[in-house]
């Protein structure tokens, strides 16, 4: 168990719709970042959060946005879905243990637009 | 520049072989190297990591192998087993703690 909390694990909508994906960090992790894996494009850094406050920007689209919350728990909101955005969507707290320094990720949430 | 590139993109190997996947860079302010191991319906799980001032790490029967003159590094796995089978990704961190950049990954096949 990663410690990483992800809902739903599974999603499925319309195009021109709008989700909200919901991720709990790792237990006192200030950190949460969101990823988006697709079959063509790998695993591709969206956005990082820390105590609440935005720390990095990737390949996010402006339909997408994030926020933290003061409980650390995140939201990514994805709007005006398109057919390309079905993709599997991780957030992850970052982890030091004996294998090194690196993330611990949730079990995601697979996206299907219809 | 903030690309990381991984091979092969699928490998079989017979139980008890040894399983080579290979990484490259070209940014050389990346400063860390980890490997994720990655099975269906999970998330990526730390599988090693290795810093550039070390050529080689063992962890059991995952190695990694850091040639940082030719920007490469890559991820052995001796005694294969079905279990291995999985998704491994390599990633690489830029200097000053940001985001870890991915490799597309290489989908491990370990038959009995």
């Known amino acids: 168990d990663s410690g990483v909390t992800q809902t739903p694990k599974h999603l499925i909508t319309a195009t021109g719709q709008r989700v909200t994906l919901r991720c709990s960090p790792r237990?006192?992790?200030?950190?949460v970042y969101w990823y988006q894996q697709s079959l063509d494009q790998g695993l591709q850094f969206l956005i990082q959060?820390?105590?609440?406050?935005?720390?990095a920007k990737g390949n996010i689209l402006e339909r997408f946005s994030a926020q933290q919350f003061p409980d650390l728990h995140s939201e990514l909101n994805l709007s005006s879905l398109e057919l390309g955005d079905s993709a599997l969507y991780f957030c992850?707290?970052?982890?030091?243990?004996?294998?090194?320094?690196?993330?611990?990720f949730g079990s995601g949430t697979r996206l299907t637009v219809v | 520049q903030q690309q990381v590139k991984q091979s092969p993109q699928s490998l079989i190997v017979q139980k008890g072989g040894i399983s080579i996947i290979n990484c490259a860079y070209e940014?050389?302010?990346?400063?860390?190297f980890p490997w994720y191991q990655q099975f269906p319906g999970k998330g990526p799980a730390l599988l090693i990591a290795?810093?550039?001032?070390?050529s080689e790490k063992k962890e059991g029967r995952f190695t990694i192998s850091f040639n940082k003159s030719a920007k490469q590094f890559s991820l052995h796995i001796m005694d294969s087993q079905p279990g291995d089978s999985a998704t491994y990704f390599c990633?690489?961190?830029?200097?000053?703690?940001?985001?870890?950049?991915f490799g597309p990954g290489t989908r491990l096949s370990v038959l009995p």
């Open positions: 992850a707290s970052s982890v030091v243990s004996g294998q090194g320094y690196g993330y611990t």
């Open positions: 237990s006192g992790d200030l950190s």
């Open positions: 959060y820390y105590n609440g406050e935005e720390r």
């Open positions: 990633a690489a961190r830029g200097s000053g703690g940001q985001n870890f950049v």
């Open positions: 290795i810093r550039p001032d070390v």
């Open positions: 940014n050389t302010a990346f400063d860390y």
